[in-house]
């Protein structure tokens, strides 16, 4: 008897606008090819600006792998990164509003990040400007100021900065402050797909995968899909696990899911996780497996997707207690380890 297969999500796309600005990889992704009905009331600038302006942390990662150094070479990258701030490098202006901004391997302060985000801005770098416009627009070390926000995104978009466009993108897909439409969103984040926009080349696969504003095309979804996917973006990987389980432009290849949605959970996207639990615990493109279902499901549910919590109890009535606590053990040590051995 297979484990009921609750939907990934109610609409079939996921927008993870993430409020603070490059917190985590603003995605989009696709489960269930079936049309959603998005908002599109008018709304407020303001409103856009504070759902959506800036998300995906890509375009603003410090240009430092603090996993390829140890603690006396980062500490030494990042002393020479403040000394180029200070001596006005623009980019390293901006990499230490970054750093100030997440927390990386300094104390968060927001205040520290807007004056850095500002003396890069004005020099003109794009990233720069969006990332300003942003903490004006969420009230990180200033006060709301939306018509200051729009400013400078709109300098930063006025250079052709893609994240700039794919941030232009969630507000016409989503309606989020302008009027919805899908034409005009399919414009913006074909912009940034091409300059390499990884979520822009992950969202363009889910407009054409839907038809939203495009003829639906799947074989051309998941040439969108495979380009943002190998370069290792989440919400790709996932949606061509998607593909790969319902045959949507591929021939449908079950162990190829499997593939796609393991790589895509352990870099700990929740609906990846989700979608490999019901893999495991319905025996679909592998051996049935209770305990691996439980695993994923439970960090699934740990890490806030809505319909994993009812799934892994689902699962859990088909389980030992012994068994149970085993996959409680091995999801915590999987979570201990960032999904490293699972």
């Known amino acids: 008897m297979n484990i009921v297969w609750v939907p990934a999500m109610k609409k079939s796309l996921l927008l993870l606008s993430i409020l603070l600005p490059f917190l985590f990889g603003g995605a989009v992704m696709a489960a269930e090819p079936r049309q959603g009905d998005l908002g599109s009331n008018k709304e407020e600038l303001a409103t856009a600006l504070e759902k959506a302006v800036l998300t995906g942390r890509r375009a603003a990662k410090l240009r430092l792998d603090s996993r390829a150094l140890d603690k006396e070479e980062l500490a030494t990258a990042l002393e020479k990164t403040r000394l180029l701030a200070e001596q006005g490098d623009a980019e390293a202006q901006f990499n230490l509003g970054a750093m100030y901004r997440d927390g990386l391997e300094i104390p968060q302060d927001y205040k520290a990040a807007l004056k850095w985000f500002r003396l890069a801005a004005e020099q003109g770098h794009a990233n720069g400007q969006v990332s300003l416009g942003a903490m004006y627009s969420l009230g990180k070390g200033t006060p709301h100021d939306y018509k200051t926000a729009h400013r400078w995104v709109t300098l930063s978009l006025n250079q052709g900065n893609a994240l700039a466009q794919y941030n232009l993108g969630v507000l016409y897909l989503n309606g989020w402050g302008v009027s919805q439409d899908y034409q ?21 696969g889910v407009m054409l995968q839907n038809g939203w504003g495009v003829s639906q095309d799947y074989e051309m979804a998941l040439k969108w899909f495979s380009l943002s996917a190998v370069q290792g973006n989440a919400a790709a990987l996932h949606n061509m696990g998607v593909a790969f389980r319902d045959g949507l432009g591929v021939q449908q290849d079950l162990k190829g899911a499997l593939t796609w949605f393991t790589l895509a959970a352990k870099k700990g996207l929740p609906s990846a996780q989700y979608s490999l639990g019901l893999m495991y615990g319905n025996g679909t493109g592998v051996s049935q497996d209770y305990i691996r279902s439980y695993i994923w499901l439970n960090i699934a549910a740990q890490n806030n997707f809505d319909p994993a919590p009812a799934v892994r109890d689902e699962v859990a009535r088909r389980m030992s207690a012994a068994d149970i606590a085993q996959a409680q053990r091995l999801a915590q040590e999987c979570v201990a380890n960032n999904y490293q051995g699972c």
């Not at 005009?184 to 363009?204: C, E, F, N, R």
């Open 184 to 204: 005009v969103a399919k414009k913006w984040y074909s912009l940034a797909a091409i300059q390499g926009h990884l979520d822009a080349q992950a969202t363009l």
